[in-house]
């Protein structure tokens, strides 16, 4: 096919041209309308390939704008109810943006279309590198909305732990009484399991890794390392909740995943808190032995032994 940028008089009288730039005027308004025309005209092999990119790159500028005003409208306070709808919104908002500009770039970088379209349109090199840099963007709001999950799971988990520590004498009541109201204000129980909310965190500390691919990008790199490190810490915080509630096959396989996390050496947590990860193994690996030692049954034996080993 003959590229879009060397005569697009050709073209302009396809239905799904024709739309597309009507709508293409109006995009800021008529989001929806204009993001259903640029999906057409990308769909149709026919059209030229230059046109079909250029199209999802501003699909995805769209699908950008969407997610800038979903995170900027969503407000997250530390002793406040988690704001799920609110939040989940975003988050789809941000991934949609992180795949369509994926799209986007593999489309407009494509070597042979680059070549083809250069004497025609000398600017699209520039543009492939604007919507690379799009690219990097959004996946940083989307990692830090996930930051911004992980924060707030892990203060509830924390109040939690107050109130379990109280309860086995080793924090004040006074203490106790400042984490119960603080779980309230943010619309939980006092009885709510303190392991649940460490997992609420590592799962969401999981998603800030995963959610960062590699594409070149430092910024982008270093919320991936950030994502990794914070599972190193929330992972031995949730082994020693489950060992604490007799939960010792979980506690296991959570410090295991904790001890072995690839975290490269500049963004791997401080000595302290890879101290405080491994004194934890120490004390789950105690808990095992001790609960080898009083198994009454030989199953119960041979599963804290295989904990244990």
């Not at 799920?84 to 489309?107: K, L, M, N």
């Not at 940083?140 to 107050?162: P, Y």
């Not at 119960?180 to 997992?199: F, K, S």
Request: charged letters at 25%; proline letters at 4%; one cysteine or more.
């Amino acid at each position: 096919l003959a590229t879009y940028a060397e005569n697009p008089v050709r073209w302009q009288a396809d239905p799904a041209v024709q739309m597309y730039g009507q709508l293409l005027a109006v995009r800021d308004t008529q989001q929806d309308a204009f993001l259903v025309a640029a999906e057409t005209l990308r769909a149709q092999a026919d059209l030229p390939k230059d046109l079909r990119a250029s199209a999802g790159r501003t699909r995805a500028t769209v699908l950008f704008q969407r997610a800038v005003s979903k995170a900027e409208g969503l407000i997250i306070g530390l002793e406040a109810p988690w704001p799920r709808e609110a939040f989940d919104a975003a988050v789809a908002a941000a991934s949609a943006a992180c795949d369509a500009y994926a799209a986007a770039v593999a489309e407009s970088s494509d070597p042979a279309l680059c070549e083809e379209v250069a004497p025609h349109c000398p600017e699209w090199a520039e543009a492939v590198n604007a919507v690379r840099h799009a690219h990097f963007q959004v996946l940083k709001l989307r990692a830090e909305l996930r930051l911004r999950q992980v924060r707030w799971h892990a203060r509830q988990a924390e109040h939690s732990r107050t109130l379990n520590q109280a309860a086995a004498k080793k924090a004040s009541a006074d203490a106790a009484s400042i984490a119960a109201e603080a779980l309230e204000q943010a619309g939980l129980p006092a009885t709510a399991e303190e392991r649940d909310l460490w997992q609420g965190a590592v799962d969401a500390a999981e998603a800030l890794a995963e959610g960062c691919p590699d594409v070149g990008e430092a910024d982008v790199a270093a919320f991936r390392q950030r994502g990794l490190g914070l599972q190193v810490v929330l992972l031995k915080d949730l082994a020693v909740a489950c060992a604490m509630s007799h939960d010792l096959e979980r506690a296991v396989l959570a410090m295991l995943r904790s001890l072995r996390l690839p975290v490269q050496q500049r963004f791997a947590v401080d000595a302290a808190a890879r101290e405080q990860a491994e004194a934890a193994a120490d004390g789950v690996m105690e808990l095992c032995r001790r609960r080898l030692e009083t198994a009454e049954t030989q199953g119960g034996a041979e599963a804290a032994a295989a904990w244990a080993a």
